[in-house]
């Protein structure tokens, strides 16, 4: 059973300052990974999707990358924003029948 | 283009009432899943309608069912609330033939609260 797992569940940075938000999943039988920004009271904003045969995307001040055989996606935020003060959700896309499973998040605060 | 909307947006109920949410897709995708989002937590899968039938679910009870209409939107219906399932959900559209490579559009979610 897939099972996706974000550290650290928080961060806080000062603004202006490059990050790293943690994925990791045990299956890696997966389709694509995404990345999500969630803002309060809000839904889900796709930011990233690597499909299982890339290593890495980028969008802008972000870029994700994927390691499949170590089950690991990482989220790289250059030059912090407030305006990035969100919560970062990634998900899994299984294989067999493209189901999203999703870790609980990163919630970024990025302070002025 | 609308993108994915979704209604009500809040939503207040009782123990043991019957409850409808509903959710139309973006313009060109012809496929609805529906989540979960506890307080804090990751969405979790509920199901996903296809040709207006059930394709994949995951583990919910039989309390939570849904359906999908010819022109693709969708509803979810959960009854016989429990507190439990106070929580945000999601509705998310995509396009089959693209499925896996084309990122699911996800509405702004409606909020249920049981009281």
């Known amino acids: 059973k897939q099972e996706v797992t974000q550290i650290p569940a928080a961060l806080s940075v000062p603004e202006g300052e490059n990050l790293v938000l943690n994925c990791s999943f045990t299956d890696s039988a997966i389709y694509n990974l995404q990345w999500f920004r969630q803002d309060p009271g809000k839904g889900l904003t796709s930011l990233l999707l690597?499909?299982?045969s890339q290593r890495e995307q980028t969008s802008g001040r972000l870029n994700a990358s994927l390691d499949k055989s170590s089950g690991r996606s990482t989220l790289y935020i250059a030059a912090s924003q407030p305006g990035d003060s969100a919560t970062y959700l990634c998900a899994a896309e299984e294989d067999s029948n493209y189901q999203l499973i999703w870790g609980a998040g990163t919630k970024l605060i990025i302070k002025p | 283009d609308a993108g994915v909307t979704q209604s009500p947006t809040h939503l207040i109920k009782t123990r043991g009432q019957q409850v409808t949410l509903r959710c139309s897709p973006k313009s060109g995708h012809d496929t609805v899943s529906w989540y979960q989002q506890a307080l804090g937590q990751g969405p979790q899968f509920i199901f996903q309608y296809y040709e207006e039938e059930e394709r994949q679910r995951g583990n919910f009870p039989d309390r939570f069912s849904g359906h999908q209409f010819p022109n693709y939107s969708s509803e979810l219906n959960v009854n016989a609330l429990l507190l439990g399932d106070s929580a945000l959900y999601l509705c998310?559209?995509?396009?089959?033939?693209?499925?896996?490579?084309?990122?699911?559009?996800f509405g702004p979610g409606t909020r249920l609260l049981v009281l």
């Open positions: 690597i499909q299982s």
């Open positions: 998310a559209s995509s396009s089959r033939e693209l499925a896996g490579w084309e990122t699911q559009y």
